[in-house]
């Protein structure tokens, strides 16, 4: 597949789902990522000295299979990072661009963690990833296949029912969709951004994962995989949508079920709305219609008819929307499940119309679009990306790349992404770790807001190439994969040194001594919302180290 871009879209993906960790004892004082480097691009390790007299000055890399020194070189002077408190030097190995597997040695401090270097290096990442959308499916039997035998369950979550909250009564359909991180509820919201987010990855870099097999059961059905797996969430999605258009809110129980296997819950799965008219929240239904849009123009050289499907349903959600713009949603009384509740739903709306603009471009969409998108200009920022409550970013970036007409709003939109991404890629440069986190960015799902400065580096880049972009995009990829405070991969299955208890109800109940594969740490965050962070962290630990 060559270049790795693919790949950091791909990580963007993942984060509809947070997976928290229990703290690991273990803290290896050399970092580095541990699926390994691009030979053409920058490689940096961070070392981290504890105080000493005569700290180590100098680091070799090694070859791993007969451990041959292949460069030896100079760390850097150290320097703290404040989110962390470390003391953190660099070994800089850029130069090295010979393909195999290595590990780095500092005199006094050990070896790390094996890594590759090799121009397909972010293949397995990319393939797990995208298989642990495949894991987390509803309302069917999954097999991981021969090379995870065990990691399955049976047919789960197959009868649903109306909550008293949406206004109707009676069964209602329950099939297909993904579990929600480590519940097994389904929420359009967030499960909107991340089907948008692989359609988005499919859009740009398809030349690079047509090929793909993920080894799921539609592979070689004449679809790519990427786009398969992605119809099974908006299926789901599409079942939420009632006949006047709108869309309801979430399917799950009322409360969430013990941690148990997806076949083993036999709690009502549920469609939950405002419990009020008109029962459907505005930005589920902005969601589904942008999503569906953008589904409707990928699908079309493949399936024209579910491509018109689609493109009807979107359609008919944007009626309900400028109907009933600002419907929010709030758990309604007897709920406790995620509530995913966002007080403005302009956003959503925005991206709808703009993803219907590309899709159709009929006037309507483009009208709307021109006639709000400077609201948002604001959102194309530095600190702060995207998100599942912050759509905006995507909406204008889609009427750039969609090649919108109107030159004042391509105009804007591109010098405002352009400006961030500036300043992003001159922060990261500046950090302890190299990636584009803030203080304020360590919340819950902070490696969500990593990988998504990514994707937003990525688009700038197709704005206006700058090799800066893509380096610093890498870099926060790097973060992800082991070159973090812990040197921890944050992806299950990847690496030497992955995390291990993820907050994954089958994971935590199927009796295997790994997690699933394919997963991802939510990452270091302070907040202490749950009681195994209020056992392990303390109030005043740095927020890189509260994990």
């Known amino acids: 597949m060559g ?77 703290t990072d404040p989110d962390s408190g470390d003391a953190v030097q660099y070994a800089d190995f850029s130069s090295l661009r010979e393909i195999g597997s290595f590990y780095l040695d500092v005199p006094g401090l050990g070896r790390s963690w094996d890594f590759a270097i090799q121009s397909n290096v972010y293949n397995r990442v990319y393939y797990l990833a995208l298989r642990g959308f495949y894991g987390q499916r509803c309302g069917t039997a999954v097999d991981m296949g021969p090379e995870f035998p065990q990691y399955k369950h049976g047919i789960c979550h197959t009868d649903g029912v109306y909550d008293p909250s949406s206004g109707k009564q009676g069964p209602h359909g329950s099939a297909k969709g993904w579990h929600d991180a480590g519940d097994y509820g389904r929420y359009v919201v967030n499960s909107g951004i991340s089907t948008g987010t692989l359609l988005w990855a499919w859009e740009l870099y398809h030349d690079r994962i047509k090929n793909v097999s993920l080894h799921i059961p539609e592979s070689g059905n004449g679809t790519p995989d990427i786009l398969s797996e992605v119809r099974w969430n908006l299926d789901w999605m599409l079942s939420m949508q009632d006949t006047d258009g709108g869309v309801f ?5 009322t409360h969430f079920c013990a941690f148990i296997m997806p076949e083993a819950d036999k709690l009502p799965s549920a469609v939950i709305g405002t419990g009020q008219e008109p029962f459907k929240s505005s930005c589920a239904t902005a969601d589904t219609a942008a999503v569906a849009a953008i589904a409707a123009r990928l699908f079309k050289p493949y399936d024209p008819s579910y491509s018109a499907h689609v493109l009807a349903a979107a359609e008919n959600a944007w009626i309900w929307v400028e109907k009933n713009p600002g419907v929010t949603f709030h758990n309604p009384k007897g709920v406790s499940t995620g509530d995913y509740g966002d007080p403005d739903c302009s956003d959503e709306h925005l991206w709808a119309a ?8 009929k006037p309507v969409y483009e009208q709307y679009f021109l006639a709000h998108y400077r609201d948002f200009l604001q959102y194309l920022r530095p600190v702060g990306p995207q998100s599942w409550g912050q759509v905006s970013p995507l909406a204008l970036w889609t009427y750039v790349l969609g090649n919108g007409s109107d030159r004042e709003a391509a105009g804007a939109i591109r010098k405002a992404s352009i400006a961030a991404a500036d300043q992003i890629v001159a922060r990261t440069a500046s950090t302890g770790y190299r990636a584009s986190l803030t203080t304020r960015d360590y919340i819950w799902g902070s490696n969500g807001v990593a990988a998504n400065y990514s994707m937003q580096l990525l688009i700038a880049n197709q704005l206006q190439p700058n090799p800066l ?70 109030a005043d630990t740095k927020p890189a180290r509260a994990y």
Request: glycine share 6%.
């Open 249 to 253: 809110h979430k399917q799950t129980s």
């Open 469 to 538: 972009y893509f380096q610093t995009a890498v870099d926060n990829l790097h973060y992800i994969l082991g070159r973090n405070t812990f040197s921890l991969s944050w992806v299950t299955h990847v690496g030497q040194h992955a995390f291990q208890h993820p907050h994954h109800r089958p994971s935590g109940a199927d009796g295997l001594d790994q997690p699933w594969p394919g997963l991802m740490s939510g990452g270091p965050n302070p907040g202490r919302q749950d009681s195994a962070m209020k056992r392990f962290v303390s």
């Open 3 to 79: 270049s790795s871009k693919w790949a950091i879209t791909l990580a963007t993906s993942l984060f509809f789902s947070v997976f928290v960790c229990k703290l690991s004892a273990a803290d290896p004082p050399i970092r580095v990522d541990q699926a390994g480097y691009l030979p053409d691009l920058p490689k940096l390790a961070v070392i981290v000295q504890p105080p000493a007299d005569h700290p180590a000055t100098a680091f070799t890399v090694h070859r791993t299979k007969d451990q041959s020194v292949v460069l030896s070189g100079v760390l850097t002077a150290a320097s």
């Open 354 to 361: 703009a993803e219907l603009w590309r899709t159709t471009h």
